[in-house]
C-alpha cells in the first residue's frame, strides 16, 4: 500500500498512527480500535519490529484505551505474520496483564488464551510457557492473579516436564500471601482440574481444593464451593465421598453466611455434581438447613433453587423426601420475617404442584399459595401471580380464583404505580388462564381504569395490555367490551384522557382489522382533529398516520386526507410538522423516517471529510469510519432510496452529487474491508452514481475511482 | 528497668525503648506564623512500605513524600523524605438539594497495598471518597506523521512513509489521577476509611452509619451498620472511627461517642446491627463529672499491627484493649492527666471537642498520640515507660536529640518544667504516624509535618 511519492492514501493512516498519542483520550481509542487498518498499511515486518514494541510500552494510558488494545491484540495473529510470527503478541499483553484495572487484565488473559491456541507446541514451550512463569512469580499480585488463568490453556499441549512445572506453579499461587492470588487461583481450580489427569485431580488438586476451602478468608472460601462442582463432575462416584464431601459438608455449615450463600446459590449444580446417593444421604439434610439458616440471604438463596432441587431428587422416592423433608421448611419460609425470603419462595412454590400432583397440591400446597396471596409484600403477591400457570395446570385455577381476585384488586389499586405496573403485566396471562367470562365479569374494569391513571406509564401499560387482550380475545371481544369504553374517553374533559383514546387506538387497529377501525375508530379520530388542545391535535395526526395503512385507500383518500391538509396549515409548528409527515408517508413515496439518518449521516461524513480537505487537519476531529459504520450507512441509504437510480435519488432530495462522492471516500480507506463485504449490487450502484454524474471536477473522480476499480478488476 | 512505676504519672524517663533517643531530621510547611486556613494539616499516613507518607490539608491537597534512597555517605542522614507528588484531591462543593456546603478539607487518606508499580490511596472529605493513582513515567513517544516535534505541521504531499512514534527515555514525571470516586452515599460526615485485608473491600464511615464498598464498584455500597433512631431525637450516640482488622477480613470495630467499641463479624450476618463484642470500661464513679460523657468519647481506633490488641483514645488517655477481654482495657495511659482540671475552660474554648488520634510502632511494642503546647506522648508498652516530646521549630537542627519534657502539676515547679497554666491550647497535635518498621515518625502540627527518627548508636 505504502510506496508512491506523497500518496494520498497514506494520509489516512498517518493521522491515525499519530492520533495513537493524541492527547484526547477519545482518539487514541477511535486509533486504537483501527489498529488493525494500521497494521495492515504498515505490513507484518514493521508491525512486529515497530508497532509493537511501541504498543508494549504504552501501558500509561487509560483503561478503556488498554481495554480496547488489549482486545485488538487477541485478533493480530495474520497481522504480525500468522501463528509463526504470533508470540511477538505476548510482550504488549504480558505488559497488560500486569495492570491494576480488572477488566484489563482479563480482557489480556482472554487475548492470551485465545492466541495460545494459535501457538504450535513447540513455540508454546519456547515463549507461552515462560510467560506464564514470569507472570506466575512477579513481584506484584496483578501479575499473579492473572497466571492464574492461562494455567489451564497451555497444560494439555505441553510435555511432561513441563506439565510438572506448572502444576507446581499453580500449587504455589493457590498458596500465595495475598487473597487477591488465592482468589484468582480458587476460580480458576475447577477449569484447572478439567485439563488434568485424573491421577494428578487427586494428588494434587484435591488437597489444594481443601487447602482454599478452608482457607482464613471467606472470600476465598466461597469460591471454593464453586470448584467443587467441577471437581466432583471429574471425579468417580466412589471418591467423591472421601475426597469431596467432607470439604462440602464443611462449607454448608461455614461460619461465614457469604460461603453458605455459595452453597445455597449453587446447590443445583451440586446436586447434579455429586449423584442421587449422596444428593439423598448428604444434601437433603444440608438442604434442610439452609431453608433454616440464620441470614435472610442464605434463605432466600435456598429457597430460590426449591423447586430446582424437588425437580431433580431421584424419582423413586421424590416425593417422600419432598413431603417429610422439604415441606416442612417450605411451611416455615411462608410466614418468614423476611420479605426477600417469602418474595424467592413465591416465585417458585407454584412449581412443585407439577411435581406433587393434584391432590398433594390441594391438600399441602394450596393453603400456602393461598396465604403468600394475601403477604403483605406486594412482591410476593405478584410472583405468585406471575406463575399461575403452573397451578393451572394441574389442580386448574378455580380452586384459587376466590382469593386470587381480591389480591389481584388490591395490587391493581396498589399505591406504588410500580406495583400497579407489575399487575398489568400479567393480565393477559391471567386473562388466558381465567376465561374470557370471569375476565369480563371481574377483571375489565380494572382494565378500563388503568386507562384513565395518572401515571402516564400505567396508562401507556394499559394500552398494550389492551392489544395483548385483543388477540387473545378476538376482535369481536373487542369490539363488543373494549372499543366504546375506549372511544367513550375521546369526550373526556381531561385531554390527557383524550390522548389514551388515540394511544388506545394506535394500538387497537392492527389486531380490530379494518372494518371496525374504518367504522368505529376513524370518525372518533377524525373528529378529534378539531380538538383545542395541540397535544391532542397532533397526536391525531400520528394516529391517521399508524392506522392509515389498515384503513381502505378509499377512506384515505375521501376522508383522512383532508384532515391531515387541513392539521398541515395549522396555526401549531407540531401539529403541522406530524402532519406533513403523515401525508408524506402516507403517500407511500419513501419515509422521510427513513431519509433523515442517511442525510445526518452523510453530513456527519461530509464534515469529517471535510477536515481531510483543509490543509490544517490535525487539530480537527479527523475521523475515520469504522468498516461497519460504512456499510452501515449504505444499508440505510440503500433502504431509504427504494428502487431509485442512487444519484437520481440524491439530486430529488437537493444534495450536490459531489458530497456524495465525498461521503464516498471514507469508505475508500476501508476500501479492502468494506468494498469486499459489499454486497454486489451496491459496489454496482456506488460506482454508476459516481460515473454518471457530471458535476464533480475530473480529478476528483479518478481519485475515487482508481482504487475502486483497481480493486474491482483484482478482486471481482 | 523502671518496672512496677504505673504510667501516666508524669514521672519522666529517657524516653520509650530503653535508651532510645529521638532527634530531629526535618520539618515541612511554611515558617511564618500566619496559618492560612488551607494549609491545616488534617491527616498524616505511611504507606505500607513506609517509603511514602501522604498528608491532606484544609484546602483538599495530598501531599505525597517519598522516602531517598540512604545516603552512603552520611549514615547518620537516614533517608529523608522529599515531595513526591501534590495533588488537589477534593474541591469545595454545594449540596443544591440540602443548601450544604461541602469542605474540601481532607478527613482520611488510606493507602491500598501495593498491586502494581503504581501506588494507590483513598483519600476521602466529609462525602466523597476518591480513589487516586499515583504512577510513574520515564518514558515519551516521540515522532508524528504530519508534523515535526515542535509541532509545526508538514506538507502532507511529503509523506512518503509511514513513521510509528518510539518511547525516549525523559525526567521521571510522577502522575496523580482519580481512578474511582465513590459519592452519594453519606448522608453525614465521614470521619474514617479502612481497607479490608481482602485487598476487595472497604468501608467507610459516617457519624450514623458504616458502608462497605467493593473498590472497583462505586455506584453500589452495602451499609452494614445503621445506627440511627427512628426519631432523630433519641439520638443519643454517634460513631466516631472505624477500622476494619488487619488480617481477619470478616471482622471490623467501630467506636462511639459514648466511649464504647463495637466489633462486628460479617460472617454472622449480613448487616452487622447487632455486634458480636462490646468492649467497655466500667466508670469510676469518683471520676464522675458533667465532662465525663464528652471526654469518654472516642476519637480514635487502631488495631495493632499483629491483630491481637487494639487501641483507643479518648480526650484523656489512650487504652489498649486485648480483642478477647470486653470489660475493660488491658492498659491503659494517662496522656495529659493535669488537663482534668481544667475542663471547663477547655469547654468554652471548644478544645474538648478535639479529635486526637493515635498510632502504633512498628512492632506494636509502643503507642503514639499527640497533645497540646506541640507535645506528644509515646508509652512503651512494655517497659512501663512514656516519654513527652515536643516538636517545634527550636528544636529543629539536624539530629538534635529531642529533650523530655515535662508539665508541672501544682506543688513547685522545677527548672524545665512547664506549668499547666501556660501551655498553649492553640497548638495541638491531632495527627501523628509510625513508619511501620522503622523508627521514623511523622507527628503534624498545625501546618508542619515533622519527622523525627531515632538516634542511630
Redesign the interface.
Known amino acids: 500500500m505504502a510506496g508512491a511519492d506523497g500518496d494520498d492514501s497514506l494520509y489516512p493512516i498517518a493521522v491515525l498512527i499519530d492520533e495513537l498519542r493524541n492527547e484526547d483520550v477519545q482518539l487514541r481509542l477511535n486509533s486504537i480500535k483501527k489498529l488493525s487498518t494500521i497494521a495492515l498499511a504498515l505490513g507484518v515486518e514493521r508491525t512486529r519490529t515497530e508497532l509493537l514494541p511501541f504498543l508494549t510500552d504504552t501501558i500509561y494510558d487509560e483503561d478503556e484505551v488498554l481495554l480496547a488494545l488489549a482486545e485488538q491484540l487477541g485478533n493480530f495473529t495474520m497481522l504480525v505474520g500468522g501463528p509463526e510470527y504470533v508470540h511477538c503478541l505476548l510482550p504488549p499483553l504480558e505488559s497488560l496483564a500486569t495492570v491494576e484495572e480488572t477488566v484489563v487484565r482479563d480482557k489480556a488473559v482472554e487475548s492470551l488464551r485465545k492466541i495460545s491456541q494459535e501457538h504450535s507446541p513447540v513455540d508454546l514451550e519456547v515463549h507461552f510457557e515462560p510467560l506464564v512463569k514470569r507472570l506466575a512469580s512477579g513481584d506484584w499480585f496483578t501479575s499473579r492473579t492473572s497466571a492464574c488463568g492461562l494455567f489451564s490453556v497451555c497444560y494439555p499441549r505441553v510435555s511432561s516436564t513441563v506439565k510438572a512445572e506448572i502444576r507446581q506453579h499453580f500449587r504455589t499461587l493457590c498458596s500465595d500471601d495475598t487473597p487477591m492470588v488465592r482468589r484468582a487461583a480458587a476460580s480458576k481450580l475447577g477449569e484447572f482440574a478439567k485439563v488434568l489427569e485424573l491421577e494428578y485431580v487427586k494428588t494434587d488438586i484435591i488437597p489444594l481444593f481443601t487447602a482454599l476451602a478452608s482457607d482464613e478468608q471467606d472470600s476465598v472460601r466461597l469460591l471454593a464451593v464453586e470448584a467443587c462442582v467441577s471437581i466432583a463432575t471429574l471425579l468417580p462416584q466412589e471418591d467423591l465421598e472421601t475426597l469431596v464431601m467432607p470439604t462440602l459438608r464443611q462449607a454448608a455449615e461455614d461460619k461465614s453466611w457469604r460461603v453458605r450463600y455459595m452453597v445455597a446459590d449453587k446447590f443445583s449444580e451440586l446436586q447434579k455434581a455429586v449423584g442421587p446417593e449422596i444428593t439423598k444421604n448428604d444434601l437433603v439434610p444440608a438442604f434442610q438447613n439452609l431453608l433454616k439458616d440464620c441470614e435472610a440471604e442464605v434463605r432466600a438463596a435456598a429457597a430460590n433453587k426449591v423447586k430446582e432441587f424437588c425437580e431433580n431428587l431421584p424419582e423413586d422416592n421424590r416425593e417422600q423426601i419432598i413431603m417429610s423433608h422439604i415441606l416442612p421448611c417450605v411451611k416455615e419460609l411462608v410466614s418468614d420475617t423476611n420479605q426477600h425470603v417469602k418474595s424467592a419462595l413465591a416465585s417458585v412454590i407454584m412449581g412443585l404442584s407439577t411435581i406433587l400432583g393434584k391432590d398433594n397440591t390441594i391438600e399441602h400446597l394450596l393453603p400456602l399459595f393461598l396465604t403468600q396471596l394475601k403477604d403483605e409484600c406486594p412482591e410476593v403477591r405478584l410472583n405468585i401471580i406471575s406463575n399461575l400457570d403452573c397451578v393451572n395446570e394441574v389442580i386448574g385455577i378455580r380452586q384459587l380464583s376466590q382469593s386470587l381476585l381480591p389480591a389481584i384488586v388490591e395490587l391493581a389499586e396498589d399505591a406504588k404505580w410500580r406495583v400497579r405496573l407489575a399487575i398489568i403485566e400479567y393480565m393477559p396471562l391471567l386473562a388466558g388462564q381465567l376465561g374470557v367470562e370471569f375476565f369480563d365479569e371481574k377483571l375489565n374494569t380494572l382494565c378500563m381504569a388503568w386507562l384513565i391513571d395518572h401515571v402516564y406509564a400505567i396508562r401507556e401499560a394499559a394500552t398494550s395490555n389492551l392489544t395483548k387482550l385483543v388477540e387473545k380475545f378476538g376482535a369481536e371481544w373487542a369490539q363488543n367490551t373494549i372499543v366504546p369504553k375506549v372511544l367513550g374517553m375521546a369526550n373526556d374533559p381531561n385531554y390527557l384522557h383524550r390522548m389514551t383514546t388515540l394511544f388506545c387506538i394506535n394500538a387497537l387497529s392492527e389486531a380490530c382489522g379494518q372494518e371496525i377501525t374504518t367504522k368505529q375508530m376513524l370518525p372518533v379520530v377524525l373528529k378529534m382533529s378539531n380538538d383545542q388542545v395541540a397535544n391532542v391535535r397532533f397526536n391525531v395526526a400520528k394516529s391517521l398516520q399508524k392506522i392509515g395503512p389498515v384503513l381502505g385507500s378509499n377512506a384515505l383518500q375521501t376522508e383522512v386526507k383532508p384532515v391531515l391538509e387541513k392539521l398541515a396549515s395549522d396555526s401549531d409548528m407540531d401539529v403541522k410538522y406530524f402532519a406533513q409527515e403523515a401525508i408524506s408517508v402516507l403517500d407511500g413515496n419513501f419515509s422521510l423516517q427513513m431519509v433523515q439518518p442517511a442525510f445526518l449521516l452523510l453530513q456527519i461524513f461530509l464534515r469529517n471529510v471535510r477536515s481531510v480537505e483543509t490543509p490544517d487537519p490535525v487539530d480537527e476531529a479527523y475521523f475515520v469510519p469504522s468498516p461497519d459504520q460504512t456499510c452501515r450507512f449504505f444499508n440505510v441509504l440503500q433502504n431509504s432510496c427504494q428502487n431509485q437510480p442512487l444519484a437520481e435519488y440524491i439530486g430529488k432530495w437537493g444534495l450536490p452529487v459531489v458530497f456524495f462522492q465525498l461521503a464516498f471516500y471514507p469508505l475508500l480507506i476501508h476500501k479492502d474491508l468494506v468494498w469486499l463485504a459489499a454486497p454486489e449490487e451496491m459496489k454496482v450502484r456506488m460506482l454508476w452514481s459516481v460515473l454518471t454524474s457530471e458535476e464533480h471536477a475530473e480529478q476528483n473522480r479518478i481519485r475515487l475511482l482508481t482504487p475502486a476499480l483497481t480493486l474491482t478488476a483484482a478482486g471481482m | 528497668m523502671q518496672c512496677g512505676i504505673s504510667a501516666g504519672k508524669g514521672i519522666q524517663l529517657e524516653g520509650p525503648g530503653g535508651d532510645m533517643q529521638w532527634c530531629f531530621s526535618q520539618v515541612k510547611g511554611a515558617i511564618d506564623d500566619d496559618v492560612a486556613e488551607a494549609d491545616i494539616i488534617s491527616t498524616v499516613e505511611f504507606n505500607h512500605t513506609g517509603e511514602l507518607l501522604a498528608t491532606g490539608d484544609k484546602g483538599g491537597r495530598v501531599v505525597i513524600f517519598q522516602q531517598e534512597v540512604e545516603n552512603k555517605n552520611l549514615p547518620q542522614f537516614r533517608s529523608e523524605y522529599n515531595v513526591y507528588s501534590t495533588f488537589q484531591s477534593h474541591e469545595p462543593e454545594f449540596d443544591y438539594l440540602k443548601s450544604l456546603e461541602i469542605e474540601e478539607k481532607i478527613n482520611k487518606i488510606r493507602w491500598l ?6 501506588q ?1 490511596l483513598l483519600s476521602t472529605n466529609d462525602k466523597t471518597i476518591k480513589l487516586w ?1 499515583i ?1 510513574e ?1 520515564d ?1 515519551r ?1 516521540e515522532g ?4 515535526e516535534e515542535d509541532g509545526r ?1 508538514r506538507d ?12 525516549i527515555p525523559m525526567d521521571l514525571m510522577v502522575e496523580a489521577s482519580p ?1 474511582r470516586v465513590f459519592a452519594n452515599a453519606h448522608t453525614y460526615h465521614i470521619n474514617s476509611v479502612s481497607v479490608n ?4 473491600t472497604y468501608l467507610s464511615a459516617d457519624d450514623l452509619r458504616v458502608n462497605l464498598w467493593n473498590l ?1 464498584i462505586t455506584d453500589r455500597s452495602f451499609n452494614i451498620v445503621d445506627i440511627k433512631p427512628a426519631n432523630m431525637e433519641e439520638l443519643t450516640e454517634v460513631i466516631t472511627a472505624a477500622e476494619f482488622h488487619p ?4 471482622t471490623f470495630v467501630y467506636s462511639s461517642s459514648k466511649g464504647t467499641i463495637r466489633l462486628c463479624d ?5 448487616l452487622c446491627d447487632k455486634h458480636s463484642k462490646l468492649f467497655e470500661e466500667p466508670e469510676n464513679p469518683s471520676n464522675r463529672s458533667f465532662f465525663s460523657e464528652i471526654i469518654s468519647s472516642i476519637s480514635d481506633v487502631k488495631f495493632s499491627h499483629n491483630g491481637r490488641y487494639m487501641m483507643t483514645r479518648d480526650y484523656l488517655s489512650v487504652k489498649i484493649w486485648d480483642l478477647n477481654m470486653e470489660n475493660r482495657p488491658v492498659e491503659t495511659y494517662q496522656v495529659h492527666e493535669y488537663l482534668r482540671s481544667k475542663l471547663c475552660s477547655l469547654y468554652e474554648n471548644d478544645c474538648i471537642f478535639d479529635k486526637f488520634e493515635c498510632c502504633w510502632n512498628g512492632n506494636d511494642s509502643v503507642v503514639m498520640t499527640g497533645s497540646y503546647n506541640n507535645f506528644f506522648r509515646m508509652f512503651d508498652r512494655g517497659q512501663r515507660r512514656d516519654a513527652t516530646l515536643e516538636a517545634s521549630r527550636e528544636n529543629s537542627k539536624p539530629l538534635q536529640v529531642l529533650k523530655p519534657r515535662k508539665v508541672c502539676t501544682g506543688g513547685k515547679r522545677k527548672k524545665d518544667e512547664i506549668s499547666v497554666d501556660s501551655l498553649d491550647f492553640n497548638k495541638k497535635i491531632l495527627h501523628t504516624a509510625w513508619h511501620p518498621q522503622d523508627n521514623i515518625i511523622a507527628v503534624a502540627t498545625i501546618n508542619n509535618l515533622y519527622i523525627f527518627q531515632d538516634k542511630v548508636n
Not at chain 2, 497495598?113 to 503504581?118: G, S
Not at chain 2, 508524528?144 to 508534523?147: F, I
Not at chain 2, 460479617?266 to 449480613?270: D, E, F, G, H, P
Open positions: 497495598p501495593q498491586k502494581n508499580a503504581a494507590f493513582k504512577s513515567r518514558k513517544p508524528y506523521n504530519l508534523k505541521y502532507r504531499n511529503t509523506i512518503t512513509a509511514l513513521r510509528v512514534p518510539v518511547l481512578r485485608s481482602d485487598n476487595e472497583e488480617h481477619q477480613c470478616n460479617m460472617r454472622v450476618s449480613a
